[in-house]
């Protein structure tokens, strides 16, 4: 990191600067550069604004910072706790210790801002019954909880509403019994009216045979779940159910236990529909009173609270400082923490890690809106990869993306399953959403043209062969149906062709075509004689060839990598999650590689048992040796003769016109008296 001292124009302070990440930042080292944050030019910071949930960072400094309350923490606020600090604290190098315990002697006495921290303070250690002459961030929230405390019991004692609970101390318990089997209950209940409405429907209503056969041959004792479905007793059209005969196994102890909470239910054997609705309405009375009084309770408390809160407010505020602003000040003017590189001081935008195909992802962001954020994470230059992960107990949810800056992309594709740690270590099931697909690294965009062109040409030969193989199976079924009459109809079609004179050979437009094919062989030929003379011509143009073609093939890809993976940066990612980013956060190939770590094994000497055969070395060299003499002939063939294919000119047929027909008939005449005579003369 190299550090610059320069003296901005038209600012009287020196600051100091760095280069972090291919971008030149503004450094704050010390209590000073604090004191003087609002002489910074604002064009000069890293952020202008971030949000002030959703983050790795206490949400109540941010809180406490974001003097609006918008939500969102701009870069006046920053400077007015930095104003408000150097009105409180005798030494501003107090802040770079990062501690949340501050001693009487460091706050100032003779300000107004510093007295209220001290009148504060004192309060606080005096309810606490605490003689010392520090305050820490315990020391307040311990005195917050013990006031809510003092406020509830102030609350109920001054409650004087006259309500009895219909079972006294036992009440909750009687709610939690009802509440256990009500459902079954009235499901009972329903089943017996319906009884009663049709007898016939009886056994149509009680548990049926085959589904306990399905499981009699099981253990039963492993069957409490599928048993509890059963119905909770034999419907009757009495509709009086039992409390301690006839019960579904699974139930008998909720209904015991319901029996021993209500004291209506003791010493009786069973319960009508009425009297269970009069038990069920008592219940629910009591839950919304107690529902009602505890809300009334936390709305009263929460007002004094937060009344009181104000108060000691001051002293909060300054603990709470003393130990965040400077981290925040590192995610918020110089990103000191991302370019760190140490996992004791990740920044604030850092989730947690993605393990997915063997490797690591350090680099990965909450999404708080994910069609914001996948419209312009293109602009990012970086390959990402859009996960949706729910916690391991099935509760908490979010979205991640995790940017792949090193390596391959292997395997990876949407629906991949991977598992994702937050910053508080606790694990998530992933589920690749989307990937962003741009260059990782130069030696990736090397062999990016050739695995883009082996998929399509998988793609087009598995689609090939089925359809040809959907196309052979359709044909060989048609053909069986229709054998018969197909053959009738070649038959006919046959004789038919038979008599219908054939068309005329056009020769001269089959010549046109056979010229046209040799002069294209002719020009190949011309080229690779070429280029048989240029390879054979030094015994190193060979290399220059191959080096030529692969230069075509993945140069274009090389070049559009090496210009993207110099612009790549974070900004466009924070952007879209909230952040106002002033300054580039580029992730350059060398920081890229501490984001994204590879899976590495050691050399296994041990013989593996199941591996395929290789190739003997010996055997591969046989075969290199036989591919390039036969190369070299072939040039050395292309060399000494042109492979050009020169048509033979076509000779039309020539008639002669005859002047007289007479003269024709006579030859005619003539050669058939030939013919004759040969026939008729004896052999010897």
């Not at 052979?472 to 054998?483: I, V, Y």
């Not at 292309?638 to 020539?654: A, D, G, I, Y």
Request: hydrophobic share 45%.
């Amino acid at each position: 990191m190299a550090k610059i001292d320069k003296l901005l124009p038209n600012q009287g302070y020196n600051w100091k600067f760095s280069t972090v990440g291919g971008v030149t930042r503004v450094n704050i080292e010390t209590g000073e550069d604090i004191a003087r944050l609002d002489e910074l030019d604002q064009k000069l910071w890293t952020v202008l604004s971030c949000p002030v949930k959703g983050l790795e960072f206490d949400e109540r400094t941010l809180s406490l910072m974001d003097l609006d309350g918008d939500n969102k923490l701009r870069v006046h606020e920053v400077v007015a706790a930095s104003q408000w600090l150097k009105q409180v604290l005798r030494d501003m190098d107090l802040l770079l210790d990062g501690t949340d315990t501050v001693s009487f002697s460091d706050v100032k006495d003779d300000t107004d801002e510093g007295r209220q921290v001290l009148d504060a303070a004192r309060l606080i250690l005096g309810k606490l019954g605490l003689d010392k002459t520090t305050i820490s961030l315990q020391d307040v929230q311990d005195y917050m909880a013990v006031y809510e405390e003092k406020c509830k019991a102030e609350y109920q004692a001054a409650d004087a509403e006259p309500y009895e609970p219909p079972y006294g101390e036992g009440s909750d318990a009687a709610v939690e019994a009802v509440n256990a089997v009500r459902q079954k209950i009235a499901d009972w209940f329903m089943r017996c009216r319906l009884v009663q409405f049709d007898e016939d429907a009886a056994g149509v209503l009680d548990v049926q045979v085959d589904r306990l056969a399905a499981i009699s041959g099981e253990d039963l004792a492993a069957n409490v779940a599928e048993i509890g479905t059963y119905p909770l007793a034999r419907p009757n059209k009495e509709a009086q159910l039992s409390l301690t005969h006839g019960l579904n196994p699974a139930w008998q102890a909720p209904m015991a236990a319901l029996v021993a909470a209500v004291p209506e239910l003791q010493d009786r054997e069973t319960v009508g529909e009425e009297e269970w609705n009069a038990i069920v309405a008592k219940v629910d009375a009591y839950i919304g009173w107690k529902a009602a009084g505890e809300t009334a309770m936390s709305e009263a408390v929460a007002a004094q609270l937060a009344e009181h809160a104000a108060a000691i407010a001051p002293v909060e505020r300054l603990v709470r400082y003393c130990r965040d602003y400077m981290t925040l000040l590192h995610n918020y003017v110089v990103f000191k923490d991302f370019y760190k590189r140490d996992d004791s001081s990740l920044a604030v935008f850092q989730a947690g890690k993605l393990f997915i195909d063997q490797r690591q992802c350090d680099l990965c962001v909450k999404v708080s809106d994910m069609g914001k954020s996948t419209a312009s994470a293109g602009k990012s230059g970086m390959y990402l990869i859009y996960c949706h992960c729910v916690a391991k107990n099935g509760g908490a949810q979010m979205d991640i993306v995790a940017a792949l800056t090193d390596g391959e992309i292997g395997g990876l594709h949407e629906g991949k399953n991977a598992i994702f740690y937050d910053r508080a270590g606790n694990d998530y099931d992933a589920t690749v959403t989307k990937i962003v697909d741009n260059p990782i690294s130069v030696r990736q965009a090397f062999w990016s043209p050739y695995r883009k062109f082996g998929n399509w040409v998988t793609e087009k030969i598995t689609k090939s062969a089925s359809e040809k193989e959907s196309k052979q199976f359709d044909e060989m079924t048609s053909k069986a149906d229709t054998a018969t009459t197909n053959l009738t109809t070649k038959t006919e079609e046959g004789a038919a062709a038979e008599k219908k004179p054939a068309a005329p050979f056009d020769i001269a437009k089959f010549a046109g075509i056979f010229a046209a094919i040799g002069l294209a062989f002719g020009a190949i030929g011309a080229a690779l004689g070429m280029l048989g003379s240029f390879v054979v011509a030094k015994w190193y143009n060979v290399i220059l060839l191959v080096g030529a073609v692969i230069i075509l093939i993945s140069g274009p890809s090389m070049l559009l990598a090496w210009l993207k993976l110099r612009k790549r940066n974070l900004g466009p990612v924070l952007n879209a999650n909230g952040w106002a980013i002033n300054s580039d956060v580029k992730v350059n190939t060398t920081f890229g590689k501490t984001l994204t770590s590879m899976a590495k094994y050691p050399k296994v000497v041990a013989a593996d048992p199941f591996a395929d055969k290789k190739t003997p070395l010996w055997r591969k060299i046989l075969y290199w040796v036989i591919a390039l003499a036969i190369v070299f002939v072939l040039v050395f063939k292309l060399t000494q003769h042109r492979w050009v294919w020169e048509p033979k000119p076509v000779v039309e047929p020539v008639v002669e016109a005859v002047a007289e027909p007479a003269v024709i008939d006579s030859v005619v005449a003539d050669t058939a008296t030939v013919e004759v005579v040969a026939e008729e003369t004896p052999a010897e």
